[in-house]
Antibody
């Protein structure tokens, strides 16, 4: 059974660095074809993809936020991480992590079939 | 950047109706289009991947179609539990979600 769960600080101040953790089970980020992505959603608004990390440590970032994002993983503890520097009130959102899979004979990734419950992050002074 | 435009933004229909939700890409996305359902207070759920493939466990009343820049999600017979916001998602070039269609019951 695949599960993911996000954790974060809840609230932080403008200009601080946001650190998020995704703890998952039912798969390993050391297995070929596995990946984890981060997506956020301001309250009442749409979804915005942020970053992905793959089993081979390949990383992809949303170009509009790339300079502020760092994604990483700890395969031993089944965790993925996302850091966002210099946060602003516009970064207030629910942050989700989700699984990505890619099969050996299919070059098209299976995007975000499993999601965590999300963690709400509020940026406020 | 590929922009995804969904229409209508809000759709009200009756139980049992056939419902069609639309998604238009700003350029050809080669059928690399998924649909997600998000109920209030929940995480999104994958319904359809690569235009017309039903995700495991999703009821067969959901179907997808399209090509090029234009895609649709169809619910053949609307059920009360289908009340949700539906997002399209392109993965042809980088990753972009549409702004969503909120589906309500009349």
């Amino acid at each position: 059974q695949v599960t993911l769960k996000e954790s974060g600080p809840g609230i932080l101040q403008p200009s601080q660095t946001l650190s998020l953790t995704c703890t998952f089970s039912g798969f390993s980020l050391s297995t070929y074809g596995m990946g984890v992505g981060w997506i956020r959603q301001p309250s009442g608004k749409g979804l915005e993809w942020l970053a992905n990390i793959w089993w081979d440590d390949d990383k992809y970032y949303n170009p509009s936020l790339k300079n502020r994002l760092t994604i990483s993983k700890d395969t031993s503890n089944n965790q993925a991480f996302l850091k966002i520097t210099n946060v602003d009130t516009a970064d207030t959102a629910t942050y989700y992590c989700a699984r990505i899979t890619m099969m050996v004979l299919d070059p098209i990734p299976h995007w975000f079939a499993y999601w965590g419950q999300g963690t709400l992050v509020t940026v406020s002074s | 950047d590929i922009q995804m435009t969904q229409s209508p933004s809000v759709l009200s229909a009756s139980v049992g109706d056939r419902v069609t939700l639309n998604c238009k890409a700003s350029q050809n996305i080669n059928k690399y289009l998924n649909w997600y359902q998000q109920k209030l207070g929940e995480a999104p759920k994958l319904l359809i991947y690569n235009t017309n493939n039903l995700q495991t466990g999703i009821p067969s009343r959901f179907s997808g179609s399209g090509s090029g820049t234009d895609y649709t999600l169809t619910i053949s017979s609307l059920q009360p539990e289908d009340v949700a916001t539906y997002f399209c998602f392109q993965h042809n070039s980088w990753l972009t979600f549409g702004s969503g269609t909120k589906l309500e019951i009349k």
